[in-house]
């Protein structure tokens, strides 16, 4: 069993006040054009009209090696946290990077592939089953970008 995890409620409610992003920037606002912006929070799309943050994010405790930082979307007002079972809406693409990263969030070789969008179920599964996995990520098949987090239910 498995459950998608978006960006912690508290990162989310920091970057949506206005808080510095990774690269120590203020997140830029924008108007979503209804064009694919996922939200790293409730892990929806941005609705045409409404308010987003585009900011760097990196989906990680510490700063090393395999630290990886990039642009994210989020909405500019406060919205729930999404997450659960099933395959959340931000999914969209065909396919997607799927990796699996050690407890030391450390990229554990031989995990990462890209992945049609509806085996994603089944291959963050079957990474989650092999122990040197904590959990794993979900990033943009074209742009690398992160989308979010899978961990054993």
Avoid: W
Wanted: hydrophobic share 40%.
């Amino acid at each position: 069993m498995i459950r998608f995890t978006a960006i912690a409620t508290e990162i989310a409610r920091a970057y949506q006040a206005g808080g510095p992003d990774a690269n120590g920037q203020k997140p830029e606002h924008h108007i979503s054009d209804g064009a694919g912006n996922p939200c790293r929070h409730c892990l929806e799309m941005i609705p045409k009209g409404a308010g987003m943050l585009i900011l760097a994010h990196r989906p990680f405790p510490a700063l090393q090696p395999y630290a990886e930082l990039g642009p994210i979307f989020l909405c500019a007002d406060a919205c729930a946290a999404g997450g659960g079972a099933n395959i959340p809406e931000i999914l969209a693409s065909p396919d997607y990077i799927i990796r699996g990263y050690s407890a030391e969030n450390r990229i554990v070789y031989g995990t990462g592939a890209v992945v049609p969008t509806a085996t994603i179920p089944t291959e963050a599964e079957a990474r989650l089953n092999d122990t040197r996995v904590a959990y794993v990520h979900i990033r943009s098949a074209r742009n690398n970008c992160y989308q979010l987090r899978v961990d054993r239910a």
